[in-house]
């Protein structure tokens, strides 16, 4: 175990499967109690038990608990400044509420924001092991908070002129500080059927300023004490109506979260900054709420009433078994699919009027699905959905795809016709990258929708070859490839010096009919490496000169 009050930098010091904080930035730390909770002489088994008064190893914004797996406790938590005020109590939520679908819940506790602070006390209930606080320090500078306060500033000034279906004025990952944190691996995409509300459990009394730390303390509580790829949620919303981008990989897009177990992959999950446990949330940020949700469920062709019957993948926070079919509302709240009091009562209270106010806020409701990195002139389906606002059917209509390369116009590309229930799906062969979008012009009841462009990404088709690996010093030797879709592709001949690789030849060559060739020889006898890149595609061949 570690000293009491010594910060972990060992990662020896942690359990097996936990990430390693001595990799990890000084923006997180952790703390042992266990020494803490003896010297306090209370029964673990009995009722509530409260730490002393603890100091920190640094200031801190956020603090969660860990502690061994098969533990099970309650906890709260307050802090202060030295000297200061204490926050009031704040209970810690089980981590396990939240989480992918696939994959062991997590031993401990999500964190709570309790502002700038050095000093804290833990009141559990329970008998847990291996007990140790987390820390995440993530407050921006005051510099910072005001550069972002006049962004926000400007973004509400433009936002009245907003075209129709376009988001409402969010804060991006790179605003608050999301670089800090990348993903571990990239995206995954599934389906939008319904929206999930939730709270962070953290103290209300925040300022505008602190929201964006807030969010960034969450990002690094999930990514590097959970261990999870990325923030868990979607989308996060403050009391004062702004909105951030949650997890990476598009806000347009069905990016999977780690908000509701069992349900990830068919829900989006937007979370409510505060604790909703028995307050309701503030107006504005209901009216940002419901701005968000009607936007983004009509991205995807989705109403934002009514309900819809989903199958459970399950999972030892679902309510569920996996394969249970379980009819939602389109707006629903965590603790309708999950073993859990999130949203709280307060703010589950007011989803009856979200769905309402959301209506108003929804756009076209026109779609087109994910798209992926196509790589090479393949055929790739494309599908999407048409769903009319008033419930009027949507089906044998007529959809127009058009296409947009960089820097040009939108061109006509293919037509299909919408199923019985709306949806409409055909297969095409992208030329380049672009965009593309999906196209209703109307007819004699309902007027023209357009869906919101999707961005299309091509990859060139790379292949190199060269004749053999060895060849005689004075010699040239020919590289031949193919590279589809590609005007132009670089040829790179490096060799390998004492420490590095260096470069000896570079040309950019024509590609004609999908191929290109190029005779090169090098000045030296050594190790060669031949690095051939068409767009952000490489490949590389190893040859020695003799």
């Not at 050095?118 to 510099?143: I, K, M, N, S």
């Not at 769903?387 to 296409?403: C, K, M, N, V, Y």
């Amino acid at each position: 175990m570690l000293q009491a009050g010594a910060l972990a930098t060992l990662a020896g010091a942690l359990r097996p499967g936990t990430p390693a904080l001595a990799a990890r930035p000084a923006s997180l730390f952790e703390m042992d109690l266990d020494a803490h909770l003896q010297a306090a002489g209370a029964a673990r088994a009995g009722g509530w038990q409260t730490t002393p008064v603890l100091r920190a190893p640094r200031r801190f914004d956020l603090i969660g608990l860990r502690w061994a797996r098969g533990s099970h406790a309650e906890a709260e938590v307050r802090a202060r400044r030295r000297g200061g005020r204490w926050t009031e109590w704040a209970p810690l939520a089980d981590a396990a509420e939240h989480g992918p679908d696939h994959g062991r819940p997590v031993a401990g506790t999500d964190p709570a924001f309790v502002g700038a602070a050095d000093e804290f006390q833990v009141r559990l209930r329970g008998a847990p092991r291996a007990l140790r606080a987390r820390f995440v320090r993530a407050l921006p500078t005051a510099t910072a908070a005001r550069r972002l306060g006049r962004r926000l500033r400007r973004r509400r000034g433009y936002a009245r002129a907003a075209q129709a279906g376009a988001p409402p004025p969010m804060i991006m990952r790179p605003e608050w500080g999301a670089d800090a944190v990348p993903p571990r691996e990239p995206p995954q995409y599934s389906a939008v059927h319904m929206a999930l509300v939730h709270h962070t459990v953290n103290a209300n009394d925040y300022g505008p300023e602190d929201s964006a730390g807030i969010v960034l303390g969450i990002a690094r509580y999930h990514r590097d004490t959970h261990g999870w790829n990325d923030i868990g949620y979607n989308f996060l919303v403050d009391k004062y109506g702004q909105i951030f981008e949650g997890r990476a990989g598009g806000i347009d897009q069905a990016v999977v979260g780690a908000q509701a177990q069992g349900w990830n992959s068919t829900s989006t999950g937007i979370a409510c900054i505060g604790d909703f446990t028995s307050v309701a949330n503030t107006p504005e940020g209901m009216n940002a709420l419901a701005q968000l949700i009607g936007w983004k469920l009509s991205v995807h062709g989705v109403p934002v009433q009514g309900t819809v019957t989903l199958t459970s993948i399950g999972g030892g926070e679902n309510k569920y078994p996996a394969g249970t079919p379980v009819t939602f509302q389109r707006i629903g709240g965590h603790r309708d699919g999950c073993n859990t009091a999130c949203p709280g009562n307060g703010l589950y209270g007011q989803l009856a009027a979200l769905r309402v106010a959301a209506a108003q806020y929804a756009g076209t409701g026109l779609s087109i699905g994910t798209l992926k990195e196509i790589r090479g002139l393949v055929p790739v389906d494309i599908s999407g959905a048409l769903r009319f606002q008033d419930g009027s059917s949507a089906a044998g209509l007529p959809i127009a795809l058009e296409f947009q390369a960089v820097g040009a116009y939108y061109e006509p590309f293919a037509n299909v016709v919408t199923a019985a229930d709306g949806t409409w799906r055909t297969t095409v062969t992208f030329p380049e990258s672009g965009r593309v979008r999906a196209i209703f012009a109307g007819d004699a009841a309902r007027g023209r929708l357009e869906s919101l462009p999707q961005r299309v990404t091509v990859l060139a088709k790379l292949s190199v070859k060269v004749a053999r690996r060895q060849f005689r010093f004075g010699k040239s030797f020919t590289v031949r490839g193919t590279a589809e879709p590609a005007d132009t592709v670089r040829v790179v001949l490096q060799r390998r010096g004492r420490r590095r690789w260096v470069r000896e030849r570079s040309r950019v060559l024509r590609v004609r009919k999908g191929n290109f060739k190029v005779k090169l020889r090098p000045r030296s006898r050594g190790r060669y490496r031949l690095v051939v890149q068409a767009g952000r595609v490489k490949r590389r061949r190893s040859l020695r000169i003799f």
